[in-house]
């Protein structure tokens, strides 16, 4: 089953065209790898997909809704990790992951999994987000979307920022989350790094993709 | 996964705002003494008496306005400042459900403060109270304050994500909580008898800040999304 059907979407940014035509199929549970040039789209593309950027022309289904007309659908299933990592600083890396469980009706074990996943111990995980270093910051945010369970995973240069311990817990959560049955969508400049784990590549160039 | 319904959501909110004022303690150690001194300084500029007590109803609900911009922008900051309102947003969070939320704890936090406010007038500016007016000044407070925590959320939100939101909250703002001010402080002037004001003078203005304060609620809880949206 397709996940996400692209084609021929157009999508204008300020008057200049971020997507020129981009068509694509991500089947279900696949790892798929988005690389390009900076500017060639990619955080274009994972937004489009989460339903945040009007589509110009061309048909966008992502997890069988249409993005133009159905939007909030999509996003009720989908966890979209971008450049940003959408945290609340004043509170701590438990009190955020909580929050997001919240949403959702996870349970106090699963808010505690998720932060051993991502190597959130006690003391951590107590801290006030606003106190803790760019990668761990990271680390949180990643747990915050580990204890969604979303069907379709948006990660924008998820790596960014991470030590190399870090990455590999995440790759090792990617893979879990994938073996479940969530499908992944990872927009990086790692290349080499996710096309190990990852099943297809987008590639992207000036708005456009050049292979699948 | 399972959905939390538009209640669930604006109970998460309105936790979670309350938990980062505890944790931070900007109201107690930042609004209050703001809003005290500003009361201070219209009792020294306003020397006498007579004129104190003519004026103590309007000045605190003016303290209150003005210490509110500070609370109102505290509260979306930590919502925008790291994009977490985004990935609320993302997410397909009910943005009514963010609304009524982040009203319930901006509610909560200008109580507080009008009371304090509201004991500081009484006792700055000489003022004494019955059974009647002391049941006529909870229904203002309640109401006006509800007024105020409603326009301050929807207009805080559509301010929060544009640029110069500091200066531009206060202009979007204080046109439109007019009435509040009036409302509030003509009712308060009954609770304090000025001028020889009777009680019951005050309960037509009580029922225009409960008005006021359903229909924005109202108006909020259809407009916030889309704010938020575009």
Same mark, same amino acid.
């Given at each position: ?8 979407v157009v999508?204008?940014y300020?008057g200049?065209p971020?997507?020129a035509?981009?068509?694509?199929r ?5 790892i798929v790898?988005?690389?390009?040039e ?5 955080s274009?593309?994972?937004r489009?997909i989460?339903?945040l950027?009007p ?8 997890l069988?809704h249409?993005?133009a007309s159905?939007?909030q659908?999509v996003r009720?299933?989908i966890g979209m990790?971008?450049? +940003? ?7 701590t890396?438990?009190?955020n ?10 349970t ?6 998720? $932060?051993? +996943? ?7 995980s107590s801290t006030?987000?606003s ?9 949180v ?8 369970r ?5 990660l924008d240069?998820?790596?960014s920022? $991470?030590d190399?311990?870090s990455?590999?817990d995440?790759?090792?959560?990617l893979?879990?989350?994938s ?7 990872v927009?990086s400049?790692d ?7 990852a ?7 000036t ?6 | 996964?399972k ?6 959501i ?7 705002d309350l938990?980062v ?8 150690n930042?609004v ?6 500003v009361?201070?300084m219209?009792?020294f500029?306003?020397?006498?008496d007579?004129?104190l007590q003519?004026a103590?109803s309007?000045l605190?609900?003016?303290?209150t306005?003005?210490?509110m911009?500070?609370v109102?922008?505290?509260s979306?900051l930590v919502?925008t400042?790291d994009?977490?309102?985004?990935a609320?947003?993302t997410?397909g969070?009910?943005?009514r459900?963010?609304?009524?939320g982040k009203?319930?704890a ?5 109580l507080?403060?009008?009371v &304090?406010?509201?004991?500081l ?8 109270l ?9 229904a203002?407070v ?6 105020? !925590?409603?326009?301050?959320?929807l207009?805080?939100?559509l301010?929060a994500l544009?640029k110069?939101?500091e200066?531009l909250?206060?202009?979007l703002v204080l046109?439109? &909580?007019a009435p509040?001010?009036?409302?509030a402080a003509r ?5 304090y008898?000025?001028a020889?004001?009777?009680v019951g ?10 008005v006021? !304060?359903?229909?924005f609620?109202?108006a909020?809880?259809?407009?916030f999304?889309?704010l938020?949206?575009e």
């Open positions: 089953m397709s996940v996400v059907e692209f084609a021929d999508v204008t300020d200049y971020a997507l035509g981009v068509s694509a991500v089947e279900s549970g696949q790898l988005v690389r390009g900076n500017g060639a789209g990619k274009t593309l994972l489009t989460a339903g950027m589509i110009e022309r061309g048909s966008a289904r992502v069988g249409d993005v159905d939007r659908s009720a299933r990790l971008s450049h +940003r990592n959408g945290l609340f600083l004043e509170l890396a438990r009190d992951v909580e929050f997001w469980a919240r949403c959702v009706g996870a106090t074990s699963d808010v505690d999994d998720a $932060l051993d +996943r991502m190597r959130l111990g006690r003391e951590l006030l987000v106190r803790l270093s760019a990668g761990q910051r990271r680390r945010a990643l747990a915050s979307l580990v204890v969604r979303a069907e379709l995973w948006l240069e998820p790596h920022g $991470l190399e311990q990455r590999a995440l790759d090792a959560v893979g879990d989350a073996r479940a049955g969530a499908t992944i969508i927009a400049h290349t080499d790094r996710v096309a190990k784990f099943h297809s590549t987008i590639t992207l160039v708005g456009r993709t050049v292979g699948s | 996964m959905r939390v319904n538009v209640l669930g604006a109970r998460m909110i309105a936790r979670k938990k004022e505890w944790r931070g303690r900007v109201l107690v930042q209050l003494p703001f809003a005290a001194l009361m201070v219209f009792a500029a306003l020397d006498g007579d004129l003519r103590a309007g605190a609900w003016m303290a306005v003005l210490s911009f500070v109102i922008s505290r979306f919502d400042e994009g977490a309102l985004d609320m947003r997410a969070l009910d943005m459900g963010v609304y009524v009203s319930m901006l509610f909560l936090q200008l507080v403060l009008n &304090v406010l509201i004991a007038s009484l006792l700055l500016y000489h003022v004494s019955t059974f009647e007016s002391a049941v006529l000044l909870v203002i309640v109401c006006a304050t509800a007024g105020l !925590a409603f326009v301050g959320v207009y805080g939100g301010a544009s110069g939101r200066t909250l206060p202009l046109p439109v &909580v509040v001010v009036i409302g009712a308060t002037e009954s609770a008898g000025t020889g004001a009777r003078e005050g309960w037509p203005w009580v029922g225009l800040l409960f006021f !304060a359903v229909a609620a109202i909020g809880l259809l407009s999304p889309s938020i949206e």
